[in-house]
């Protein structure tokens, strides 16, 4: 038995809180990705550090 | 007052619009136009980058495009509750406050304009913040109210796109990006102003001074024609630039004849037999207008995917 009745106001903040859910986790995944991408391209490695590698 | 009414009203004094009500305040058909013309500008500059920083690149322009049109709604929120055709905007329905659209267009411009330098390039970064600051301050605040060129001169915040795409590869601009836009921005008027022919709408109310407002409708039939002829010589100029190609050639040369025509067509009509027969030829030029530009930079498209197997381009 439910003793809070269902409202179309719960639905509805339920499918805004759902959006700002998925906006939030698509952010993370887009800054992890970039993070990735940069990193494995080297464009954050200092320039005397493929010199030390080569030596 | 309607129960209609009094619902939105509820809606809106306890804040609780849907999701689907913010997404509307990013003009979501804006913003494919946005999306589509800022990819074939990614896609045909000269050299490459990552296939995942030109997804993100593309998705933070398309935020800063939306967050200029949820700027815009807050601006002309007054306008949009006089007109029909924007009466059920999130900010006039009651579903989104003003103080809402304005917050979410300020952070979402901050937003894509950071993460687009940091994704892509400083450059891309400070032509999309231009772009929106165009589209906010130059359109909305300053001309759409006081010029009946407005959306010759606004329709310039729309045909920046491409040129940002193109940054986002290159770092620059170059005559290949300006053509791009510069397509875009004489493309604009006499798709607009076929619009304004046969759409009753109610600038007069709203106080914004259009071009078939102020100057009539054989004035606006008259720019049409001009702004076409214009257009259609940027268009096949397109044509032996870096971007431009056979394909291409054959694209511009057969849009623009139909254009040109269809431009001739509405020139020769007046309001008396446009209106026998509902706006007939006003509507066809309209509709190829979104045929025009989409297979433009369609084919600006096939020139640069093709040119790597040698097909594309001269």
């Given amino acids: ?55 | 007052m309607s129960d209609a009414s009094i619902n939105t009203q509820a809606k809106a004094a306890h804040g609780d619009a849907e999701f689907g009500d913010y997404f509307a305040l990013l003009k979501p058909r804006v913003m494919s136009l946005v999306v589509f013309t800022a990819a074939v500008g990614l896609l045909a500059a000269p050299g490459s980058v990552h296939p995942f920083v030109a997804f993100c690149a593309i998705l933070f322009i398309a935020v800063g495009g939306g967050a200029s049109g949820a700027l815009n709604m807050w601006y002309d929120a007054d306008i949009d509750r006089v007109m029909a055709r924007t009466k059920k905007r999130p900010i006039p329905a009651g579903t989104v406050s003003e103080g809402e659209a304005f917050a979410i267009g300020i952070a979402l411009s901050g937003f894509s304009v950071v993460m687009l330098g940091l994704a892509a390039n400083w450059v891309a970064a400070a032509l999309l913040a231009f772009t929106i600051f165009f589209y906010v301050v130059i359109y909305t605040m300053w001309l759409k109210r006081w010029t009946p060129q407005n959306i010759v001169i606004g329709g310039a915040a729309g045909a920046f796109p491409p040129m940002i795409g193109w940054a986002v590869v290159t770092g620059g601009i170059s005559i290949e990006s300006l053509l791009m836009f510069t397509l875009t921005f004489m493309w604009t008027p006499p798709h607009f102003w076929a619009l304004c022919l046969f759409m009753k709408s109610d600038y007069k109310d709203a106080g914004v001074p259009m071009l078939h407002v102020t100057h009539g409708r054989r004035v606006t039939r008259n720019h049409i024609l001009v702004y076409t002829l214009l257009l259609a010589v940027v268009a096949i100029g397109m044509a032996f630039t870096g971007v431009g190609g056979p394909i291409y050639l054959t694209t511009a040369l057969i849009l623009n004849g139909l254009f040109v025509a269809g431009a001739i067509s509405i020139w020769r009509r007046d309001e008396e037999v446009s209106e026998a027969d509902g706006y007939k030829r006003e509507k066809a030029f309209f509709a190829l207008s979104l045929l025009y530009l989409f297979l433009h930079f369609g084919a600006i498209l096939a020139e640069a995917t093709l040119a790597p197997y040698g097909y594309g381009g001269w």
């Fill in chain 1, 1 to 55: 038995m439910s003793f809070r009745e269902e409202h179309e106001l719960h639905k509805r903040r339920f499918g805004r809180n759902l959006g700002v859910a998925l906006v939030l986790v698509s952010f993370i995944v887009i800054v992890f990705g970039l993070t990735v991408v940069k990193v494995t391209r080297g464009d954050y490695e200092p320039e005397n550090a493929s010199i030390q590698r080569g030596q």
